[in-house]
């Protein structure tokens, strides 16, 4: 299986604070990438595909970048709505695997 | 809007089997991949398995010997089976729809896939 892992497991920052989030996956998967974000007692919701295509809806402050082994997510300007548990899972090849996720709170 | 709603018991005995429904509302089943995910308390999230809307399967290796995903288009619902639960098996689960993207790579038409609607997930808890 390819193991995906996420870091930090979590981080507190401040309204309009940029935010980063990294992924490495244990072998390249290109970019069969895709970020969640999931917040408690709602169903998750996906952010960007491919790595670094942003689903339709999602607004243009957050970000993917990465290819390969190492990728990010980056949320330019934290709002807050934003709090929220952001998690990342490989599409490469079944199993289907899923980072530990970052939660993300207020500071 | 596509909506999906996980259904069945909350609570389970040991050795016995889980048996969950996700019914899809807003749309057709047709022509997506149906997936099944869990979160067991203080972990991470793990793929159990889909299926597509004309009957094939993929399994996760870890829970292949347990688990059954089955699909009723008449119904517009998919549903998991899992025997011989134990309490490893108490988790969320969530049901989720995978769609794709098609791209031009080197070797020609790929995808990519994600899973693009998810339920609210449903708490099944193994014990005795």
């Known amino acids: 299986d390819i193991q995906v892992t996420q870091s930090p497991s979590s981080l507190s920052a401040s309204i309009g604070d940029r935010v980063t989030i990294t992924c490495r996956a244990s072998e390249g998967i290109n970019s069969y990438l895709n970020w969640y974000q999931h917040k408690p007692g709602e169903a998750p919701k996906i952010l960007i595909y491919?790595?670094?295509s942003l689903q339709t809806g999602v607004p243009s402050r957050f970000s993917g970048s990465g290819s390969g082994t190492d990728f990010t997510l980056t949320i330019s300007s934290l709002q807050p709505e934003d709090f929220a548990t952001y998690f990342c899972?490989?599409?490469?090849?079944?199993?289907?695997?899923f980072g530990q996720g970052t939660q993300v709170d207020i500071k | 809007q596509v909506q999906l709603q996980e259904s069945g018991p909350g609570l389970v005995k040991p050795s016995e089997t889980l048996s969950l429904t996700c019914t899809v509302s807003g749309g057709s089943i047709s022509t997506y991949y149906w997936n099944w995910i869990r979160q067991s308390p203080g972990k991470g999230l793990e793929w159990i398995g889909y299926?597509?809307?004309?009957?094939?399967?993929n399994y996760n290796p870890s829970l292949k010997s347990r688990v059954t995903i089955s699909v009723d288009t008449s119904k517009n619902q998919f549903s998991l089976k899992l025997s011989s639960v134990t309490a490893a098996d108490t988790a969320v689960y969530y049901c989720?729809?995978?769609?794709?993207?098609?791209?031009?790579?080197?070797?020609?038409?790929?995808?990519?896939?994600?899973?693009?609607?998810w339920g609210k997930g449903t708490t099944v808890t193994v014990s005795s």
């Open positions: 899972q490989q599409s490469y090849s079944p199993p289907r695997t």
């Open positions: 989720a729809r995978e769609s794709s993207v098609a791209f031009i790579a080197a070797a020609g038409t790929s995808y990519y896939y994600y899973m693009d609607v």
């Open positions: 491919g790595a670094s």
């Open positions: 299926i597509y809307y004309s009957g094939s399967t």
